[in-house]
């Protein structure tokens, strides 16, 4: 079988058929790729429906071809992303997997736009609404020769394709609020009324402006900060805590701008965990420098595309090797990186940790690495400044979870505990020296 040879292709010379994909254009063809980005989604569903009812022998090649092709570098992002969405009910693998894989995947430019619309309509069915409005909000900003009614079309696909009734019927039986669900679908009007007001002007215009798609991003923004109020996490409350306190160290400090330093960045679209595009508002509004690191060179890659137009810095790395020969002065750092043991990782989550350590994540280096970074971050901060450690809490008496073995050894150097709160701390810098 020629190495070329597409998924579908491979599948059928094994007797499994299964419906192939649209053909991407080549060179300047004319390009509907909208039209083709709905036919990637119907596809998904189709492969689902297809396999889900398939016999074991048959589910059985699928699995053993895909792992293959995975394993030895060849299967690419989009049939990744085709077959971590429809494992579950073809596999009975855990939903968890189908998420990770799904909101980590969406943010990779392997995609084409088609297969991002795809994507993002299959995850929008699902009412995964942070990732849908993330894949949406690529499209937008990635294709600005999209013309308005292009934009409508999309907004309105979205829109029609994402189940929110289903949060309408989850709050009649009042386990999800209503308030969130009534907003959430204002916010979802407001999207189409965006649209449907900027395709009026436009229709007598020749081309599209590089601008006209701004205030449908705005109100993506909008849908996402809805969603992302649905949980309070760890670095919600760092983050309110560096409002309070970094002014009064700003207003002192002399020497070149210090920085806010992210280690470990956001790596899924998953609702409430966007921590870094939260410290990158942070950061701007206190006119500070950010850098993100990470160990995953997929994720900064993608972090670096998505906020391109800010003048941050991004390093793939380990944060406790970065931060050895770190030189510049540190206002705060948040530390969320090496994941602590659960039984919840997918695979995706793993292949990481294997390719960075060696091994599948293991609780003894995520303390370790939580420790290191600690310990050098404690001399590049000045008394004042802050670090955040998140998921760490304390356990009959004993601090457990990533920061188990730096939380007791910063607050031995003198840090300050001034919150402990969502199972993650905050410590001040205190002392004289600057
Ligand atoms: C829990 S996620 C961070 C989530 C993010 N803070 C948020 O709330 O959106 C952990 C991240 O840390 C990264 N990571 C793991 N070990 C690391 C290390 N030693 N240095 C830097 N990043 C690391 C992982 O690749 C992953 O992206």
């Keep these: 079988m020629p190495a070329s040879s597409t998924l579908t292709e491979q599948l059928a010379t094994l007797g499994v058929h299964l419906p192939g994909w649209p053909k991407e254009p080549e060179g300047d063809e004319p390009d509907n790729w909208i039209e083709r980005g709905q036919a990637y989604a119907e596809g998904v569903r189709l492969w689902r429906a297809q396999l889900r009812n398939a016999p074991e022998s048959t589910k059985g090649v699928v699995d053993q071809l895909i792992s293959h092709l995975h394993d030895t570098g060849q299967l690419g992002v989009w049939d990744q992303l085709v077959y971590g969405a429809i494992k579950p009910e073809v596999q009975g693998s855990p939903d968890f997997e189908r998420w990770q894989a799904c909101t980590k995947l969406i943010r990779s430019s392997a995609l084409t736009p088609a297969q991002l619309l795809g994507i993002t309509l299959e995850v929008a069915r699902e009412q995964r609404l942070a990732a849908a409005t993330y894949g949406l909000k690529r499209l937008l900003k990635e294709h600005p020769g999209i013309n308005a009614q292009q934009r409508l079309q999309l907004c309105s696909e979205l829109v029609a394709t994402a189940n929110t009734s289903r949060l309408m019927a989850d709050a009649k039986t009042s386990a999800v609020d209503w308030n969130r669900a009534v907003e959430l679908h204002e916010q979802m009007a ?17 081309g599209a402006q590089p601008t006209e798609g701004m205030p449908l991003l705005i109100e993506l923004d ?4 809805c969603l992302g109020s649905k949980g309070v996490h760890g670095h ?3 983050i309110q805590i560096c409002r309070e306190k970094l002014p009064a160290l700003l207003q002192s400090w002399t020497g070149e701008r210090p920085w806010i330093v992210e280690v470990g960045c956001s790596r899924e679209i998953i609702e409430g965990q966007n921590s870094t595009v939260q410290l990158l508002t942070l950061a701007k509004e206190l006119e500070l420098p950010f850098a993100g690191i990470d160990l995953d060179q997929a994720n900064i890659e993608a972090l670096k595309r998505d906020y391109k137009d800010c003048d941050d810095t991004w390093i793939t790395g380990k944060g406790e090797e970065v931060l050895r020969t770190w030189d510049k002065p540190i206002a705060a750092c948040y530390m969320d990186a090496y994941d ?11 292949q990481v940790y294997k390719e960075s350590y060696g091994s599948e994540i293991d609780d003894a280096q995520c303390h370790s690495m939580h420790l290191e970074a600690a310990c050098y971050c404690s001399d590049l901060i000045p008394s004042g400044g802050l670090l955040g450690l998140d998921d760490t809490w304390m356990e009959n008496d004993i601090w457990e979870g990533k920061g188990a073995l730096a939380l ?18 905050v410590l001040l810098k205190t002392g004289s020296r600057q």
């Design 190 to 206: 407001g999207l189409l009324a965006t649209a449907v007001a900027g395709e009026i002007p436009s229709k007598s215009s020749e």
């Design 222 to 225: 909008a849908i996402n900060n």
């Design 236 to 238: 919600a409350v760092f």
């Design 340 to 350: 602590f043991w659960h039984a919840s990782h997918s695979g995706l989550r793993q």
């Design 408 to 425: 007791p050894w910063l607050l031995d150097q003198g840090w300050q505990l001034l919150s402990a709160a969502n199972r993650g701390t």
